[in-house]
């Protein structure tokens, strides 16, 4: 089976900076997207950032211009770094992922799921 595994939240000051991670592991064939999402309490979870297999990449509008989606396809890895965060960005964030899973000698499986989600507190 394939697993999503986030890391990296915390509690910080407004202002500060976070850098969330978020491992793929399994038998995995290719990754066609990947993204990150968040849900503050009593909200409805929503789009963060997204990255797709060939680096098309799409913000939130109350992100942009201060968090940083990125990956490392060798380590299966999607990264948001988040700077300058304040009070709303306070949530769980969770990673998503759209993965074929298979060794490639054989039928392949496609996989979608979430991970756990990792807690960010943003507050004075």
Do not use: H
Request: glycine letters at 12%; hydrophobic letters at 35%; charged letters at 15%.
């Amino acid at each position: 089976q394939v697993q999503l595994v986030e890391s990296g939240g915390g509690l910080v000051q407004p202002g500060g900076s976070l850098r969330l991670s978020c491992a793929a592991s399994g038998t995995i064939f290719s990754i066609t997207a990947m993204g990150w999402y968040r849900q503050a309490p009593g909200k409805q979870r929503e789009l963060v950032a997204t990255i797709t297999s060939g680096k098309i990449i799409n913000y939130a509008d109350s992100v942009k211009g201060r968090f940083t989606i990125s990956r490392d396809n060798a380590k299966n890895t999607v990264y948001l770094q988040m700077n300058s965060l304040n009070v709303e960005d306070t949530a769980v964030y969770y990673c998503n992922a759209q993965i074929l899973s298979g060794n490639g000698s054989g039928p392949l499986r496609l996989y979608a799921g979430w991970g756990q989600g990792t807690q960010v507190t943003v507050s004075s």
